[in-house]
């Protein structure tokens, strides 16, 4: 957090509302983002957890240049896209 200038504030607040939620890269754990910046500038602010019990155990915070490109898909259920498939709407 020091290297990226992140106070333990603005990092819990990104655990509390994040903008977007995916799965973390190491097992069993969650990444969350809030994006910042200007629009000239855009950056994004990540951190990474994982739950114990009740607890969270934050284990990493980051900024990321840019914009991120998403990278799980949009979770639907499974007898959502059995419907839409039989309505010839997916493929």
Partial sequence: MLFYGLSPDRVKRIIRSPKRVEKGIVPETIAVMQPAGTKQRPYEIWSMYSKRGQKKIII?????????????????PADIISELKSEGILK
Avoid at 60 to 76: C, L, M, N, Q, V
């Fill in 60 to 76: 990493t915070a980051w900024r990321y240049p840019g914009i991120s490109p998403i990278r799980d898909e949009i979770p639907i």
